[in-house]
């Protein structure tokens, strides 16, 4: 049996997805509902209502577990929701890992990120090697997931068998309302701003393929960097904005401009509750030129192939479009 944490989040869910249309026993913790977009498989997942952060019902989740896929974890940069990502990321991580122990499971596959591999200097690619460094410029999300990751190692020099993957930006379809999606949104409204920065990016397809590898494979004790490609923001909103038929942003951000508005943004945030559109973190990191190498992947998964971003993209755009006309999504 395969126990998979953060079943209804985005990852998550094309992972379920994908080990039921594998026909393999899974069971999925879930908080407080099962999402519509899993409706189809419902059935087919032994669910179970649980925390990571309570111990007793994580302790009864893993009875009978061999596999476990810890995809649990809260993205965000947001400084109201620091103590609460803290807690998932890095608490909840140390639960999965000392309860896995205690199972005996045979092997988890962790769902790192790249922010937990730090920053390179003069925007050298990023792999596996890279060394973690303190920094007052570090999010707290990428504290969050590189403690996060540490509680993993930690399992892993005490006999756990675990293998992590530390994805970079994941796209995909169906959440909207979060992460990679809302980027979507943004370009279908034709927000006009762009940054100077590059990051990587990865379809959801490909991250759920390389876990089942991994987890079905002798690979152990290692980490693996999945970006696709490396793209700038303007060159992707630009492609998003021509799949969707929007105008592509066309203003460039400049960075005294982006500190300027975060500010603004704070000051405002103190007469409501409503939470800053852009925050000091999201705005320093939009900045930031992010490469990323995924050689040693490709090396040890002979014959494995990324999908082609604009692949992605257009996939990605055509699913929205369609929900929009299912009135699924607001036109505006």
Known sequence: MILVTGGTGFLGSYLLRALVNAGKPVRALYRERIPAQLQDIQQQVQWFQGDILDVTSLEEAMQGITQVYHCAAIVSFHPSTRQCMMQINVEGTANVVNMALDAGVQKLVHVSSVAALGRAKNNAAIDERAEWQDSRNNSQYAVSKYRGEMEVWRGIAEGLNAAIVNP????????????SGTLVKHVWKEFPFYTSGVNGYVDVEDVVRVMMLLMDGPVKGQRFVLAAENRSYFDLFSEMAGQLGKKPPHISVQP?????????????????????????????????????????????????????????????????????????????
């Open 256 to 332: 005294w401009m982006a500190e300027v508005v975060w500010r603004l943004e704070k000051v405002k945030g103190l007469f409501s509750d409503a939470k800053p559109v852009v925050t000091k973190e999201t705005a320093r990191t939009a900045q930031l030129q992010m490469y990323y190498d995924s050689s040693k992947l490709l090396k040890t998964l002979p014959g494995f192939q990324f999908k082609p971003l604009t692949q992605t993209i257009a996939e990605i755009c055509r699913s929205f479009k369609e929900d929009v006309a299912a009135g699924k999504l607001s036109k505006q």
């Open 168 to 179: 970079a930006i994941i796209l995909g379809s169906g959440f909207w309302q979060e992460g």
